[in-house]
């Protein structure tokens, strides 16, 4: 089995990530437990920004912090150089509360709250990326009557299907996010910035979808863009000083989604980009790109304990863990698939199938269908791979379960960077009306 990062099977038949033994995390800071890998999700920054770079000259990369955002990530992106997506005020007040730096961060969301606009005009941050007419003039509105000039880029839906679940589908026509091209939206919206009293344009965005894997999709929308941004150009007089192409790049979660490299991505987009530029004769913009789930990914691992097994023979034996789709909710929503691995008993031979189910009251609560894992029991620690992105960031209290702690290892030293939640944190803003005392 392909181990990601830091990760490698130890003396003891354990496995270790970061230098840390599962069996001791799992001791020392029980289970459900995210881990996150230090030393590879900063690989990861570096890579992308090396892949992009070693193409093109002005290139910002902006985390997009819904895969995965605490403080102590927060941190990590910023000492890595990066810029960071935020889409609410939740995470805005995140990146806010780690101290990152505000001019570089890009509000995402297609209905901003006016708190949270406010919110972004307050804090003085970089851009704000305006998705629908409402928001333009809303937008304006309140910068105007706060005295602030705001730079934006404006999102356009520029009408690319992208090969991946429907449900992460962004750049097709009917899409929730963004201006369309249809009957020239996303140029009126151009234009409506440019005649705004307060907005200042600064670009274009788009995002077609996640966890592509088909290199090809990207520069088709790259295409696309710059053609608007010639038109911009000519007809507005107004330069398109970002490109932002979004994120989206997929990652191999099974062994069997074609693993990936940066570079795969980075060449026919940056060559995409410099054939439009050239046919264009456009002045080269900042190209940024947004990725989210490459950064974190596959340096997350959740580490859950084994409770019952369950055979029914001849049809399916189901080994049931500590945690589910309370904190991985992705195999129901998108039948996303995993790997996983008895994470104290590391051996070669596995001739058992399973499923993994979790303890949630749902029947799709499956983590793992049909995966051989060498003979399990109650009391092994079983380790799902690959759930760095989008698995915290989208944990529920479902059937109040407190969400799972997360801790950050590197060089054999393990710190929590989030507590594990306690029944008390669970009914912590319950409150009981006078009339039920
Ligand atoms: N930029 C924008 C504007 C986005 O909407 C997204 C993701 C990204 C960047 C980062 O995409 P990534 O590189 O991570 O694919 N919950 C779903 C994924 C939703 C993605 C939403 N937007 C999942 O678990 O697969």
């Known amino acids: 089995m392909r181990l990601h990062g830091t990760m490698r099977v130890n003396p003891l038949s354990h496995l270790e990530i970061g230098g840390c033994d599962c069996k001791t995390l799992a001791k020392d ?15 990861n920054c570096r890579s992308f920004a090396k892949a992009f770079s070693n193409h093109y000259s002005d290139i910002e990369i902006v985390y997009a912090g819904k895969a995965f955002l605490t403080t102590a990530m927060v941190r990590i992106v910023q000492s890595e150089g990066l810029s960071l997506d935020v889409v609410s005020g939740g995470e805005l007040y995140t990146a806010k509360s780690a101290g990152f730096p505000m001019e570089r961060i890009y509000f995402h969301g297609n209905n901003k709250t006016p708190e949270e606009m406010t919110m972004g005009l307050e804090l003085g941050i970089g851009h704000f990326v305006v998705d629908n007419p409402t928001e333009l003039e809303m937008l304006d509105a309140k910068a105007s009557s706060m005295g602030i000039k705001q730079k934006v880029l404006i999102r356009v839906s520029p009408g690319i299907t992208a090969n991946t679940h429907h449900y992460i589908q962004t750049g097709q026509l009917d899409s929730k996010f963004g201006f369309p091209l249809y009957r020239d939206s996303a140029f009126m919206a151009v234009k409506g910035v440019l005649d705004s009293r307060s907005l200042v344009f600064d670009g274009l965005h788009c995002h077609i979808g996640s966890q592509i894997t088909d290199v090809n999709a990207f520069p088709p929308a790259a295409q696309t863009m710059l053609r608007l941004a010639s038109r911009i150009r000519e007809e507005l007089r107004a330069e398109v000083n970002i490109l932002n192409l979004g994120g989206g790049f997929g990652i191999d979660y099974t062994g069997e989604d074609g693993s990936l490299s940066v570079a795969d991505f980075s060449a026919p987009i940056t060559a995409t980009v410099k054939e439009a530029l050239e046919e264009y004769r456009l002045p080269p913009p900042r190209l940024a790109v947004e990725p989210g789930r490459y950064i974190v990914g596959n340096a997350g691992t959740t580490l859950y304990t084994v409770g019952s097994v369950k055979d029914i023979p001849e049809v399916r034996k189901f080994v049931f863990v500590d945690g589910g789709m309370s904190d991985n909710p992705r195999p129901a929503l998108y039948h996303a698939k995993y790997r996983a691995a008895v994470a104290n008993r590391m051996v070669k031979t596995c001739d058992e199938k399973v499923t993994v189910a979790g303890k949630c009251c749902e029947s799709g609560d499956i983590l793992v269908k049909d995966i051989y894992l060498p003979e399990i029991k109650s009391g092994d620690l079983l380790a799902v791979l690959s759930t760095g992105a989008y698995n915290y960031s989208m944990a529920s209290n ?13 060089g054999g030293r393990a710190h929590l960077i989030v507590k594990r939640e306690s029944y008390e944190d669970v009914i912590r803003n319950d409150v009981i009306p006078e009339r039920l005392k």
Not at 29 to 43: H, N, V
Not at 398 to 410: D, G, T
């Open 398 to 410: 479902y059937n109040r379960l407190p969400r799972p702690a997360v801790v950050l290892v590197k």
């Open 29 to 43: 800071f029980g289970t459900p437990l995210y881990i996150m890998d230090e030393q590879l999700i900063r690989e």
